[in-house]
């Protein structure tokens, strides 16, 4: 074989290797720099492992944890509709309920206008001697998108949806602005449970 294809299938294979490694080095970049540029939701949602978690342990002083496991379905049966399918585990041995409820947000006028709805998230009540732990976690975003005739639909985690793209300046204020309205939902939800197991059960039976 001449020299001169030699040479030139030699090239040829450099620079097939290099277009092969393009594809990813763009990703690893396009990942690092939406890692970086786009940490939305560790700035306004509370972060374990990556994971959005709200967490805290409430003291209730002198009150038992059968009396505080009552107070609490109390709170689920007065607050969310359907409370039945609300609640998927409730063990009063245990002092535990876990329930799967759902919140949105809509931010935005016109074509600004950005909605992330539903999104669904499980609600976790521990309860002990004098305190209880509520818990929120395993955000998910449901997406239903229709282009003509072609829907596409499916579930994302909540935290990768802040990842998905690099966003403009608009569609961050926008991002952020839908983390807050979920994150100060979360947080209503904290403080109604918290008035209402400060709140001694009724157990007149004279009636």
């Known amino acids: 074989m001449p020299q001169y294809l030699i040479?030139?299938?030699?090239?040829?294979?450099?620079?097939?290797?290099?277009?092969?490694?393009?594809?990813?080095?763009?990703?690893?970049?396009?990942?690092?720099?939406?890692?970086?540029?786009?940490?939305?939701?560790?700035?306004?949602?509370?972060?374990?492992?990556?994971?959005?978690?709200?967490?805290?342990?409430?003291?209730?002083?002198?009150?038992?944890?059968?009396?505080?496991?009552?107070?609490?379905?109390?709170?689920?049966?007065?607050?969310?509709?359907s409370p039945k399918d609300v609640?998927?585990?409730?063990?009063?041995?245990?002092?535990?309920?876990?329930?799967?409820?759902?919140?949105?947000?809509?931010?935005?006028?016109?074509?600004n206008k950005v909605t992330i709805d539903p999104v669904y998230f499980i609600l976790q009540i521990e309860t002990r001697e004098g305190r209880y732990r509520i818990v929120a976690s395993d955000f998910i975003h449901e997406y239903r998108i229709k282009i003509g005739q072609i829907t596409n639909e499916g579930e994302n985690l909540l935290e990768e949806y802040y990842r998905l793209k690099e966003p403009t300046k608009k569609e961050l204020e926008n991002n952020f602005a839908i983390a807050?309205?979920?994150?100060?939902?979360?947080?209503?939800?904290?403080?109604?449970?918290?008035?209402?197991m400060a709140v001694q059960s009724n157990t007149d039976d004279d009636w």
């Open 87 to 111: 609640i998927q585990f409730n063990d009063k041995e245990a002092g535990k309920i876990i329930c799967k409820t759902v919140t949105g947000a809509t931010v935005g006028k016109g074509f």
């Open 180 to 196: 807050e309205v979920i994150s100060n939902r979360v947080l209503a939800i904290f403080e109604s449970a918290k008035l209402a």
């Open 7 to 81: 040479f030139k299938i030699k090239v040829m294979k450099k620079v097939l290797l290099v277009l092969l490694f393009i594809p990813t080095l763009l990703i690893a970049q396009q990942r690092e720099k939406y890692d970086t540029v786009n940490p939305i939701y560790e700035e306004v949602f509370p972060i374990e492992n990556g994971r959005i978690v709200f967490s805290e342990v409430v003291p209730v002083d002198n009150v038992s944890k059968d009396e505080l496991f009552v107070r609490a379905n109390s709170w689920i049966a007065r607050t969310f509709n």
